[in-house]
């Protein structure tokens, strides 16, 4: 690809307290002209208000972006392949563009799945980690994740066989569980562990719920809950 092109970056955020970007995402974000976010049906662009928070975003150019909930894989290919398109005009024109994504951009990250589409077009793409959600989730929960010589696993608690699961051993991390809370509570009481389980729903936001335990949860949980459930 061409020199003059602009580089596009997926950059992590971390999970919402702005203090938790890293040196490294907020010199690219500075050095970017114009930063991509994901914006919800409302209009709301969280991790762009994330590090809106950490830099002066006011000289920046905003490209908002939208994706489709669907479950269905091709309809979710063709909204990152979409961003692809909307970023392109900017990296042809030679401009760097920033994706921000929140958490890290290797986890269940939109910003990677736009990012490997804008890949195969032939331009530079470079990845800035983040602090992952669940990273933070422990650490507001005060647990460690792993033991020693016990696995970790990390499962998008609406797509996984949650008995399956929690059969497993080590620990496991539930993320995003808010969407699935009922069938995700029951599972763990199946299980025994909703004494032992733990939960932070919008970690590091100023609507931040800890919970010590998964029983007597209220009834709304944030989708962005993520639950962290000792071995047995």
């Known amino acids: ?28 974000l500075e050095q970017c002209p114009v930063l991509a976010a994901p914006q919800t049906a409302s209009g709301q662009m969280l991790a762009l208000d994330i590090a809106q928070g950490a830099l002066d975003l006011r000289e920046k150019e905003i490209l908002p972006l939208s994706f489709t909930m669907s479950h269905e894989p091709a309809l979710r290919e063709e909204s990152y392949r ?12 030679g401009l760097d563009v920033a994706m921000v994504n929140l958490g890290d951009v290797s986890i269940y990250a ?14 530079r793409t470079e990845m800035v980690p983040g602090v992952p959600s669940f990273c933070a989730v422990a650490a507001a929960l005060g647990r460690s994740l792993t033991e020693p010589e016990a696995p970790l696993h990390i499962y998008p608690a609406g797509k996984t066989d949650l008995d399956a699961a929690l059969a497993q051993p080590g620990t496991k991390v539930l993320m995003k569980s ?13 299980q025994g562990l909703a004494g032992k389980s733990a939960m932070v729903a ?15 949860l209220p009834e709304k949980i944030s989708y962005f809950a993520t639950v962290i459930v000792p071995e047995k």
């Open 82 to 93: 979409e961003a692809a398109r909307q970023i392109e005009a900017f990296l042809q024109k």
């Open 178 to 190: 808010g969407s699935t809370m009922a069938a995700t509570a029951q599972a763990l009481e199946r």
């Open 202 to 216: 919008d970690c590091g936001l100023l609507t931040e719920q800890v919970f010590q335990t998964m029983e007597n």
């Open 1 to 28: 690809m061409d020199n003059t092109f602009g580089t596009f970056y997926a950059v992590g955020v971390g999970p919402g307290d702005a203090s938790l970007l890293t040196l490294q995402a907020v010199k690219i």
């Open 110 to 123: 939109t910003a990677y799945y736009v990012l490997d589409v804008v890949r195969s077009m032939g331009f």
